[in-house]
């Protein structure tokens, strides 16, 4: 009887002690609106191509400045529902949204994303642009597959398919759009519904 009641405690301490090392209030329905929020963006970004009016779209153009501004607007909103969503779901655990696990989180996940985006910038600079879609899927998944040690283990697995979804789009260099539609796009709806089924659902 003893020796069961020492390994509960015991259990209970790791529980307590995974909770305080892990951020938990990740909300599965802003990864949803994320996913569909790139698709919307990706089916504009299309159409501004497809209506391009020159063979070759140049860093001066309106429709390079518009897809530009279109992507934008998609990491805002991503951002501003992920916040809004993850402030919500933390408040309704009895959680703060600011704590030593949070922390980690955004820093480990912010070193590749930001190294990834100056990168971009660069290929951009250079006008590189068949490498962009592969970079920005490539650190984007290193980004997530760092951050997933301080947080749902659903993080790590959404990482490890941005990046074989980067590798592809180097092989298949073309196909940029069509990459990032499914790592941005399908895969963000694909691993959202899990984690709200698997967390977030009463």
Not at 64 to 79: D, E
């Amino acid at each position: 009887m003893e020796a069961s009641k020492y390994l509960k405690d015991i259990q209970d301490i790791k529980e307590m002690m995974s909770k305080s090392t892990q951020f938990i209030s990740l909300s599965g329905l802003s990864g949803i609106l994320a996913g569909v929020y790139a698709l919307v963006g990706a089916v504009y970004a299309t159409y501004l191509i497809n209506t391009h009016e020159y063979t070759y779209i140049t860093l001066e153009s309106k429709t390079f400045k518009l897809i530009i501004l279109t992507a934008f607007i998609v990491l805002l909103l991503s951002l501003g529902t992920a916040y809004y969503l993850t402030v919500k779901k933390a408040n309704k655990l009895g959680e703060k949204i600011w704590n030593p696990a949070s922390k980690r989180v955004l820093i480990n996940f912010a070193i590749p994303l930001v190294t990834g985006g100056i990168f971009s910038l660069l290929l951009v600079r250079q006008q590189n642009f068949v490498l962009i879609a592969p970079v920005t899927l490539l650190f984007y998944g290193l980004a997530c597959l760092n951050a997933s040690k301080y947080t749902l283990r659903d993080v790590r697995y959404l990482g490890i398919t941005q990046i074989i979804l980067g590798l592809l789009a180097v092989e298949f260099t073309g196909y940029g759009l069509l990459f990032w539609i499914l790592g941005f796009g399908i895969a963000h709806i694909l691993y959202g519904s899990i984690m709200y089924y698997k967390y977030d659902r009463e």
